[in-house]
């Protein structure tokens, strides 16, 4: 047998047919459903066609509720149309649903792997771009739109065009304090957003291997901020420890036949890539988004870049815009930019590992005065935990407010979000795009890691969090 | 199921920029002034409107009258011609809905998202991909010139409104798709019986992937 890569192992064993051309009618193994699939439902239920697998069929409210102050009342059933549109349905069509007050509940990507719904070897679908954070545990998770969501709903397969395979090998090792999302935020900033269009992206090489699940979940996060519907890392002994004894892992009688293929399933060494990137991780410094996508980013200690002389054309076009809107200075320095707001959340980078290490930055600190700073934990799961560490109370007398689990500020979706960033507002935000208008109208984004952010918070502007202790924060 | 797309005949509105989102084709958060609009279920008035919003309304909601889909001379364009990675982000299909609400069968770029292409397909949309250096003549051509635009999807072929023709690929299955107004739906429900049998062969060879758990 050939060697194959990751992708097209799992690809070929989900393969139900041929569709000739490149496409095929692919198997989809978990289903996940937000509150933004309402219309899918209305479809489905209008054409009188049945959920075809509710078993593999999960759902959780994550984009529209409530995480702040506000969260009991948009528990309440009447007070969240969306949520008590899945609700009704999750009711009709029998599939669980991690309801706004279950334990379990939080942003969908993120409970799948808690819960493991998502294992390794499987196919995940999810009405978000964001889904691919799930191939970080080995599997082919993509995120897909409404018509492509009632096609799963009543069939539980999906017509797919089969992607490239690129490999990106991040080598060396990242410097203290460097985290997983300036590796990939300097990986969006090399490539660029549409670098890896086309293609399934496996990340590798030894700065990966290195990585915690949390960390490897970050990464896979945003192969999508660079083109890629999939993103995926090879399973290996982190993966299987990670899933060890969650809800939906494989019982003690499975588990060692699970790990087995599992194993297997691994990339092979002389598997061909139909392209490659290198990046050195030890060259990566923390990284700050400067303008209105994640591939508009630069290290801490560089300049706005001034590209007008160099561009043309539409390209030119975006970058005036992304400095008209981001109202910075090209070759003023990023350091320095004050910050109206600070959001630590998103399905990118608010898991217990995260929150770990903004309250060390905050610990016996104080959020500078004028700025809004609040944390929205990935999971109710790990709100808990968070608690029982007593992160809430580093972070409360810090003066960050402790929400409840949800998006919340990641897209401005949620009720009360869009009241808090007002136009022309400045966000130091753990999350991963930085569009216009995408956390409120007028606002403006800069994507950063967690410790970052927390700097950001007390130094009220953006700093190097390395240098904080320094400027005395 | 979407309606079938064979001909088009229309005038062309460029908006030439790279790396348009589904943010900005279709805003997350409504602006202030139009508080009644939320992420969902809209009626296509509203669609239509709110196509670009941020772009195309100031923060009191008055008309940025400079912005091409604001411009009178754009009024009833057919196609949209835009710069690269168009529709990459965010994968609401409502960037889709709102781009046919407002009237627009045919988006022609150098390359577009991924999602955002299957959501185009999904809805009787044509993404058609060009050279860069002939998408920017098109939209030169569009917006110095006028005219109409023709598409001929039988032939692969866009008729420019100087009277030249360019062909362009499509994946035949789309091709099809888009054509007869396929849909997907009840053409794999025809193959429930291989469906079943997948499941049924994962439940022995990968239990803990297929069994019937009590979740
Ligand atoms: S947290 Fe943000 S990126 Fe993640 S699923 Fe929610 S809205 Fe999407």
Known sequence: ?473 | MAEPLTELRGTAVPILRDNIDTDTISPGSAPPWRKSATFGERGSATLADDLFANWRYTGEGRLIESFPLNEPRYQGARFLITGANFGCGSSRESAVWMLAAWGIRCVIAPSFAEIFSANCFANGLLPVVLANDLVSELADEASSAGGAFELDLAQRSLRRPSGRDITFHIPEYRRQGLMRGLDDIAQTLNDLAAIQKFVATGRRQFPWIYRRAAW
């Open chain 1, 1 to 473: 047998m050939s060697a194959k890569t990751l992708f097209d192992k799992i690809w070929d064993r989900h393969v139900i047919k041929d569709l000739g051309d490149g496409f095929s009618l692919i198997f989809v193994d978990r289903h996940m459903v937000n509150d933004m699939a309402g219309r899918g439902f209305l479809t489905l239920n209008k054409r009188g066609l049945p959920v075809a697998h509710p078993e593999f069929t999960f759902a959780a409210a994550d984009h529209t509720v409530a995480t702040l102050e506000a969260r009991k009342a948009s528990a309440k059933p009447d007070d969240n149309p969306y949520a008590v549109n899945l609700r009704d349905n999750s009711r009709q069509h029998g599939f669980r649903l991690f309801d706004l007050d279950d334990p379990d509940f939080g942003i969908i990507h993120v409970i799948s792997a808690e819960q493991a719904l998502a294992l390794p070897g499987t196919t995940i679908a999810c009405g978000d771009s964001h889904t691919c954070t799930l191939g970080a545990l080995g599997a082919i998770a993509w995120g897909l739109g409404q018509s492509d969501i009632v096609h799963i709903l009543a069939t539980q397969t999906s017509v797919q065009r089969k992607p490239l395979n690129m490999r990106i090998n991040v080598t060396g090792r990242l410097a203290p304090d460097v985290s997983a999302k300036d590796l990939i935020l300097a990986l969006a900033a090399e490539l660029g957003v549409a670098g890896c269009v086309g293609h399934a992206v496996e990340f590798a090489g030894d700065a990966i291997r290195r990585m915690s699940m949390d960390e490897r979940f970050t990464i896979c996060n945003m192969a999508v901020e660079m083109g890629a519907r999939f993103g995926l890392i090879s399973p290996d002994d982190v993966t299987f420890d990670y899933l060890r004894g969650r809800p939906s892992a494989p019982d003690a009688d499975a588990w060692d036949a699970a790990v087995a293929d599992w194993r297997s399933l691994a990339t092979d060494a002389t598997a061909a890539f139909d392209a490659e990137r290198t990046l050195d991780a030890s060259r990566v410094e923390p990284q700050v988004s400067w303008g209105i996508n994640p591939g508009q980013t630069i290290g801490i200690s560089a300049t706005i870049p001034s590209l007008s002389g160099q561009l043309t054309g539409s390209a030119l076009a975006t970058y005036e815009t992304a400095v008209d809107y981001s109202g910075l200075v090209p070759g003023a320095p990023i350091a320095g930019t004050p910050i109206d707001i600070v959001f630590i959340g998103s399905c990118n980078n608010a898991r217990l590992s995260d929150l770990r290490v903004a309250a060390r930055v905050v610990e016996g600190r104080r959020v500078a005065s004028g700025v809004r700073a609040w944390v929205s934990p990935g999971s109710e799961r790990v709100r808990r935990e968070a608690e029982a560490e007593g992160l809430d109370q580093i972070f409360m007398s810090a003066g960050f407010g402790w929400g409840h689990s949800g998006c919340s500020m990641c897209a401005g979706a949620g009720d009360q979000m869009r009241e808090i960033g007002a136009s022309g507002q400045r966000i130091a935000s753990t999350t991963n795009r930085n569009f216009v208008g995408r956390q409120g109208p007028g606002t403006r984004t800069h994507l950063l890691s967690p410790a970052m952010a927390a700097a950001a918070a007390i130094a009220g502007r953006i700093v190097d969090v390395r240098s904080l202790e320094a400027i005395g924060g």
